[in-house]
Nanobody, 121 residues
């Protein structure tokens, strides 16, 4: 059984930093894209950042220059470094990955349980 587990959320003042981590575990044959989404209260879940197996990254414009996404293909982890945080970054952050489980012939999308990031003004 494949699962994603996030860690690293918390409460921080505006201008501060946090580092989110997500580890994929279970019977995994391969991982393609890994990334992060977030959902603020009363809003739809939005894409934040992705990184592919080759290390190429993409981020939503609103976080470029402040957030960095990285991954470790050996440990099956993806990290999100959040710097210069703003109150509008407050949301539940979800890890997301496209994974081919061992013994499977196709890719499936997996989600973590979410971790709360709260930025006070």
């Amino acid at each position: 059984q494949v699962q994603l587990v996030e860690s690293g959320g918390g409460l921080v003042q505006a201008g501060g930093s946090l580092r989110l981590s997500c580890a994929a575990s279970g019977s995994i044959f391969s991982i393609n894209v890994m990334g992060w989404y977030r959902q603020a209260p009363g809003k739809q879940r939005e894409w934040v950042a992705t990184t592919d197996s080759g290390g190429d990254t993409n981020l939503v414009d609103s976080v470029k220059g402040r957030f960095t996404v990285s991954r470790d293909n050996v440990m099956n982890t993806v990290n999100l470094q959040l710097n210069s945080l703003k109150p509008e970054d407050t949301a539940v952050y979800y890890c997301n990955a496209q994974i081919m489980p061992s013994g499977s012939i196709g890719w499936s999308i997996y989600w973590g349980q979410g971790t709360q990031v709260t930025v006070s003004s």
